[in-house]
């Protein structure tokens, strides 16, 4: 369910800078006239500059730029996701509340969204190091009726959201590192880490964790990872608006969702592949079972990486690492 605040956001947001009276409020969104007060208060605390005049009613003066369920509510143009948005400033990981969330029943589209993470999770039990203010650190709850083995379709998907962000609207050059690293130059920008929740046939929900470093400098990456880690900053430089990159990344989102829903999973993997890194290039593939060279030849449906060893075969990979020094000059 949509919540009054973000209805109100939305007719402020399309409002933007004019005065739009309290009864016109009142009568669009079905509540009181001090109701609407008190909620304006809540904005002004978010940093919402709001100017209140009396026959003419409100307009709101000035935005803040820092994340807030209000800002990324802000003119937002979904249908479903982020509708109910969940942001603090300092978490452990928003992986964790989000399934706390997903249990009781938050609906699809759920997203909790941190300025902050103390203990961010990577894939395979890895760290994931989220500075303050300074990336994307957010989970969005999915629940899709799709059956469970098709789950990494949506990582997948999520991938090339991501990529076409900063290809379309950023205008860099992302490349997709199997099966969900975004590279901007040789290194990784983004990643994503889903888990699920789902009996044999069905899925109870799925959480998409999505990390982006953007607005990190060189001195601010760790020295352990230096030599593997970027930012949209250290890219492009530029700095960029955390809130609207959010918002892009939503809207974006639902249309490939809606994509993937109404049509499959093949235009999502052609995307996929159009951005694959080292597709048709001799890497060195780390599984749980062998190390070995390997020409990356594409994606199968159910996700898996296509790859042909020095045999000659093509072996489906589902779980595993594209190494980085098989693959560094
Ligand atoms: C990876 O590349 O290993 C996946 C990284 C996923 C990081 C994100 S940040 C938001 C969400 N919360 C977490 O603890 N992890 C994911």
């Not at 900063?166 to 040789?186: A, G, V």
């Not at 990159?245 to 995307?271: C, T």
């Amino acid at each position: 369910m949509e919540s009054t605040r973000s209805k109100l956001i939305h007719v402020l947001s399309i409002n933007d800078g004019n005065f739009i009276s309290g009864q016109e409020i009142s009568d669009l969104l079905q509540i009181s006239r001090s109701a609407i007060w008190k909620h304006m208060k809540e904005l002004e605390k978010d940093g919402y500059v709001i100017e209140a005049k009396r026959n003419k009613g409100y307009r709101i003066i000035k935005s803040p730029s820092k994340v807030s369920e209000n800002t990324v509510q802000w003119g937002l143009e979904t249908n479903w996701l982020g509708k109910s948005i969940l942001h603090k400033e300092t978490i452990n990981s928003t992986q964790l509340l989000a399934h706390q969330l997903a249990m009781d029943n938050a609906p699809h589209g759920t997203v909790v969204i941190a300025d902050e993470q103390t203990a961010g999770k990577g894939r395979l039990q890895r760290e994931w190091y989220s500075k303050k203010n300074k990336g994307i650190w957010m989970s969005i709850i999915l629940r899709p009726t799709i059956l469970p083995y098709l789950a990494p379709q949506l990582t997948l998907l999520t991938a090339t959201v991501l990529a076409d962000v900063m290809k379309k609207e950023l205008e860099l050059d992302p490349k997709i590192k199997w099966p969900n690293d975004i590279i901007l130059h040789d290194r990784k920008v983004s990643g994503i880490l889903t888990e699920m929740q789902a009996e044999q046939d069905q899925i109870q929900y799925i959480v998409i964790g999505i990390g982006m470093n953007v607005n990190h400098d060189d001195g601010e990456i760790p020295d352990d990872i230096q030599s593997k880690a970027t930012s949209l900053m250290i890219e492009s430089g530029k700095e960029w608006d955390i809130t609207k990159l959010i918002q892009r990344i939503f809207v974006a989102f639902e249309k490939s969702y809606a994509e993937y829903i109404n049509h499959g999973f093949s235009i999502i993997k052609k995307r996929w592949e159009s951005y694959g890194y080292r597709l048709g290039e001799k890497v060195q593939l780390k599984t749980f079972q062998s190390v070995q060279d390997a020409i990356l030849t594409g994606i199968a449906e159910d996700g898996a990486l296509l790859a042909k060893y020095d045999d000659g075969v093509i072996h489906k990979i589902y779980s595993g690492e594209i190494d980085w020094f098989g693959i560094r000059h």
